[in-house]
């Protein structure tokens, strides 16, 4: 978690990762560009290996809105449900 961590970042992670980072983590207070070139470097060397960044970013995007959505779903679902019966 340490790596991820930002100022300007959000990101979504599980209660017992929270909880562990509580408990062990730490925040570094690195700023994003200490590790760029190296992050560059590598990004540029992926095709080589025959991985498409740009396919796997699409994926993921597609693959957490559909989680986002069908968790909205279950919740308006159970709007549904509770207000028929209050007004039941």
Avoid: Y
Wanted: proline share 6%.
């Amino acid at each position: 978690m340490e790596e991820l961590i930002d100022p300007d970042t959000i990101n979504t992670i599980p209660p017992s990762t929270l909880q562990a980072f509580q408990e062990l983590g730490r925040v570094r207070g690195i700023t994003p560009e200490e590790g760029l070139p190296g992050a560059k470097l590598i990004l540029n060397q992926l095709s080589t290996f025959g991985i498409d960044l740009e396919t796997i970013a699409q994926q993921l995007q597609t693959d957490g809105v559909a989680a986002f959505s069908s968790s909205l779903d279950k919740l308006r679902a159970i709007e549904t449900k509770q207000h028929s019966m209050v007004h039941a």
